[in-house]
């Protein structure tokens, strides 16, 4: 999955996995940031198999570009 990641101009770094509505978090630093939305990432995917709906195609698990 593709991570979108910027730094704000106030100094916070956003990230966000387009293919997840809802997925875009904060974090103090560029690393902060990835890993919280890879765990969101991850939640959202495992909730929404639990109720049984569509996820994703997955050939990686997650992208960030250079």
Same mark, same amino acid.
């Given at each position: 999955?593709? #991570?979108? /990641?910027? /730094?704000?101009?106030?100094?916070?770094? /956003?990230?966000?996995?387009?293919?997840?509505?809802?997925?875009?978090?904060?974090?103090?630093?560029?690393?902060?940031?990835?890993?919280?939305?890879?765990?969101?990432?991850?939640?959202? #995917?495992?909730?929404?198999?639990?109720?049984?709906?569509? #996820?994703?195609?997955?050939?990686?698990?997650?992208?960030?570009?250079?």
């Amino acid at each position: 999955m593709k #991570i979108e /990641i910027e /730094i704000e101009d106030d100094g916070r770094w /956003i990230a966000e996995v387009p293919d997840l509505p809802g997925v875009m978090v904060y974090g103090t630093t560029r690393q902060d940031a990835l890993s919280k939305a890879e765990a969101l990432a991850l939640r959202v #995917i495992a909730d929404r198999l639990d109720h049984g709906e569509a #996820i994703p195609e997955l050939d990686e698990l997650f992208a960030v570009p250079a």
